[in-house]
């Protein structure tokens, strides 16, 4: 069964501002990842926080994980028309079953 | 080498057809996914190999038969079908099945 569930499903901004994306899940979890895919291609990692952190630094990318709520959010600040494209969370829950969300579609425009 | 690679990149297939898809690794992980991905969704899950044995078969019809001939090498036989059958389909390995999934660009089937 399916754990993440993305808010939105659609988001539209204007270059330099900034996107946040949620995603719920329902069960237990080791780790929760962000994904990012362009369309047509593979699935490209962002970044992975553990379920006993927190917050999560990469770049331009924050990620907030509270296990409390068993909801996560990544925001990216300063966006790009390169961020166009399609952000998934996945879950893991100590087995090899990654699940997806269904994902929000993110669109900069110029 | 932090690639996997697919092949093909695209197939188009009649639903008598038999053909395979690929994907290779040479990143030393020791689990390999399938994935299936249709237009607008997430990537669903169809098989995990762990240690080059089949771990989780998420009830896929027999029609897609995995096989993993040694650690760098995942293939997807499809026999038999269905035009609704066509979609993304995603490699993608893992260290130690917990972490980082890398993925494959995909090959994209058509089943006509």
């Known amino acids: 069964s399916q754990q993440g569930e993305e808010d939105p499903q659609a988001l539209s901004i204007q270059e330099g501002e900034n996107a946040t994306m949620n995603c719920s899940y329902k069960?237990?979890?080791?780790?929760l990842q962000w994904y990012r895919q362009n369309s047509g291609r593979g699935l490209v990692h962002l970044i992975l926080?553990?379920?006993?952190?927190r917050e999560k630094h990469s770049g331009r990318l924050r990620v907030t994980l509270d296990t409390s709520k068993k909801s996560s959010s990544l925001l990216i600040t300063a966006s790009r028309a390169a961020d166009t494209a399609s952000y998934f969370c996945?879950?893991?829950?100590?087995?090899?079953?990654?699940?997806f969300g269904p994902g929000t579609r993110l669109s900069v425009l110029p | 080498d932090t690639e996997v690679t697919q092949t093909p990149k695209h197939l188009v297939m009649g639903m008598t057809n038999k053909k395979s898809l690929k994907c290779e690794q040479h990143?030393?992980?020791?689990?390999m996914y399938w994935y299936k991905q249709k237009a607008k969704k997430p990537p669903e899950l169809m098989f995990v190999?762990?240690?080059?044995?089949?771990?989780i078969n998420e009830s896929v019809p027999s029609r897609f038969s995995p096989e993993c001939p040694n650690s760098s090498l995942l293939n997807l036989h499809l026999h038999a079908l269905q035009p609704e059958d066509s979609a993304l389909y995603l490699c993608?390995?893992?260290?130690?099945?917990?972490?980082?999934?890398?993925f494959g660009e995909g090959s994209r089937l058509t089943v006509l």
């Open positions: 996945a879950t893991s829950n100590y087995g090899q079953n990654f699940v």
């Open positions: 069960t237990s979890i080791n780790n």
């Open positions: 926080i553990r379920s006993n952190e």
């Open positions: 990143m030393g992980h020791r689990a």
């Open positions: 190999y762990s240690y080059e044995k089949l771990s």
């Open positions: 993608a390995s893992s260290q130690d099945g917990i972490g980082e999934l890398f």
